[in-house]
């Protein structure tokens, strides 16, 4: 029974489409991010929701927009993508903010031809 | 320069060898992770400390307050030991900043 769950895990498409990726969280936890990860395996904050309320939103482009329609919850969806967008998103959840132990989903592969 | 630093970038060992990955940051924290994400992609959260030892099978992290410095050591490593390795520190009711991760390949 997978505790954090994105989907898809991988998603191929055209410039300028938009997309969204989800993810759900079964653990009860508070706090839910959004991470990329980039070509260099860096992993970078986009996003933390905590108790549905946005918390941390990174220097990230209006295209990209989470919403967490509630505690289990917190989806990203990206509008016009570009070529740059081509990452690795993973969704994360704790118990509480940032010095909680965190669980991670599987990824999602994002590929923007 | 990263505010988390980690040492070596990449690393292959022998199988059975010890292994220590190191990892610095120049933040106060309140608690410091590491992470093992394997080739697959998918990444699990190894350890969470604020200070001391913490040991989970051949895996044993470390960590030094005053000196801002923690290190991952593996026990007997295993080829299914290959992953990176990510440390990320955690400020006070900060967001966590990560290191660059260290490959690690244990060759059979």
């Known amino acids: 029974d997978t505790a954090v769950s994105q989907t898809p895990k991988y998603l191929v498409t055209q410039m300028g489409n938009d997309k969204s990726i989800k993810c759900e969280q079964n653990?009860?936890?508070?706090?839910m991010y959004w991470y990329k990860q980039d070509s260099k395996k860096f992993l970078k904050i986009m996003f933390s929701?905590?108790?549905?309320?946005?918390?941390i939103n990174e220097t990230v482009p209006n295209r990209f927009s989470p919403k967490s329609p509630d505690k289990a919850h917190l989806n990203l969806h990206i509008n016009s993508l570009e070529l740059g967008d081509s990452a690795v998103y993973f969704c994360?959840?704790?118990?509480?903010?940032?010095?909680?132990?965190?669980?991670f989903g599987q990824g999602t592969r994002l590929t923007v031809v | 320069k990263n505010e988390v630093e980690q040492s070596p970038q990449n690393l292959t060992a022998q199988e059975g060898e010890f292994i220590t990955i190191n990892c610095s940051y120049s933040v106060g924290i309140s608690a410091l992770h590491w992470l093992q994400q394997h080739p697959g992609g998918g990444i699990v959260s190894l350890f969470m400390?604020?200070?001391g030892k913490k040991k989970h099978g051949r895996l044993i992290a470390t960590i030094n307050i005053q000196e801002k410095h923690s290190s991952l050591h593996i026990t007997a490593s295993h080829p299914r030991d290959s992953a990176v390795y990510i440390c990320a520190a955690a400020p006070q009711g900060g967001k966590l900043i990560f290191g660059q991760g260290t490959e690690l390949s244990v060759k059979p």
């Open positions: 994360a959840s704790s118990p509480e903010p940032w010095d909680a132990e965190a669980f």
């Open positions: 653990l009860g936890h508070d706090t």
């Open positions: 400390l604020s200070s």
């Open positions: 929701y905590n108790n549905k309320e946005l918390i």
